[in-house]
């Protein structure tokens, strides 16, 4: 712990050369002891927990501490002025100073300054997120984070991720497994919310000896409000758009044995034109469609809002996909005319579906970015 107490008077520059030099005023030298840890001249320091600023025999007045391009590290002075902590993680692999200035009972100045450079880390991890920065998205769109490791110091991840809204709602996390991380508010976000992510992961211990590498800011805007509900009984979808019916669409939903889930999804891609094998979903060889038009994603596991040209007339009467939800289509998708041209047309990444009357359960919350199906107590366990 480097404790050398420069001179006070003058402000505070004494040369801290152990002389006992005296103030302008000719004043006795503060009693005032500045102690920084770590050392000054250190190499290889922790980004957490081994910054600390501490006086013996006065109180802080002033701390200061940047890096090498002038950045502040925020942090607050603690115990009626014996201590300073920072409020956040250093950066690993860079160089921070501290200037720090304390007064003692007489109203002495002493001041410590220090250098040091925190540690260059063998093992990192990246975070990977969705929407993309600048992107205009649906209501029902989290931020979601995938790690490329396993996280085993949640709160210090959490932590490091700042999210800001204008206007200002309550966003909270939830953790699915250790490796990835999704935040969204109670309900649906409002139309034309702003919201900015400050992705800190740079110098954040994510599991012993393996630290981010990470530091980013992502904009999105949340656009109009469209919620689409699908009756898997009556085989139709209706879209509302601020609550109001805009257009009612025949359907046809998963066939007995092969129901479509239930409850909140959410448009997570879209794709003009693709390719659906039952091989990839677990049904063998039963289907094989190579250019199925218009279709979007609503879970990882394969369930897809999609133009159909082989149903026949399934729709609006009967159920016939194997989970999938089914809109009428040609061929190649060429006619913006039918149903499926239009959904897709009138439809953005974070725009929300949701299914009810399915012979099956309520989709898993992590199947696709559906924690809307989850109460808001359970997500911010």
């Avoid at 300054?113 to 929407?131: A, E, I, Q, R, V």
């Avoid at 490329?148 to 709602?169: D, L, Y």
Wanted: proline share 4%; charged share 20%.
């Amino acid at each position: 712990m480097l404790s050398l107490a420069a001179c006070g008077g003058g402000g505070g520059k004494g040369s801290g050369d152990g002389k006992g030099k005296e103030t302008q005023q000719g004043k006795e030298q503060s009693a005032a002891a500045v102690s920084i840890s770590p050392k000054s001249g250190a190499t290889g320091v922790d980004t957490s927990g081994a910054l600390k600023v501490n006086v013996a025999r006065g109180k802080l007045t002033e701390v200061t501490v940047k890096d090498a391009k002038g950045a502040a590290v925020p942090g607050s002075i603690t115990g009626g002025g014996a201590s300073w902590t920072p409020a956040t993680h250093l950066t690993a692999s860079t160089k921070y100073t501290v200037h720090a200035v304390a007064k003692d009972s007489e109203g002495r100045e002493a001041a410590e300054d220090s250098t040091f450079t925190t540690l260059t880390p063998k093992n990192t991890f990246l975070g990977y997120f969705t929407p993309e920065d600048g992107s205009t998205v649906g209501v029902g769109m989290p931020f979601s984070v995938n790690f490329t490791r396993g996280i085993t110091s949640p709160q210090a991840v959490e932590k490091a991720i700042r999210i800001r809204t204008e206007p200002a709602v309550d966003v909270e996390g939830h953790w699915f497994g250790n490796d990835r991380l999704d935040f969204r508010p109670e309900k649906y976000w409002k139309a034309g919310t702003k919201v900015t992510v400050d992705l800190n992961l740079d110098g954040v211990e994510g599991r012993d000896g393996v630290y981010g590498k990470q530091h980013k800011t992502i904009k999105f805007t949340i656009g109009r409000n469209q919620v689409s509900v699908v009756d898997a009984k009556k085989h139709t979808m209706k879209v509302t758009q601020d609550g109001k019916v805009i257009k009612t669409i025949p359907v046809t939903t998963g066939k007995p044995g092969y129901d479509t889930w239930n409850g909140q999804m959410v448009i997570t891609e879209k794709l003009a034109v693709t390719r659906m094998n039952g091989e990839t979903v677990g049904y063998g060889g039963e289907y094989d469609i190579k250019d199925v038009p218009h279709a979007m994603r609503l879970t990882t596991s394969g369930t897809f809002l999609h133009g159909n040209y082989w149903g026949g007339d399934a729709f609006g009467n009967y159920n016939a996909s194997h989970g999938c939800v089914g809109l009428s289509d040609v061929r190649g998708g060429s006619d913006g005319s039918t149903p499926a041209a239009w959904m897709f047309d009138h439809s953005i990444i974070g725009d929300v579906v949701v299914v009810k009357n399915a012979d099956d359960r309520t989709v898993s919350p992590d199947n696709g970015l559906n924690g809307w199906n989850m109460s808001w107590a359970d997500w911010k366990k």
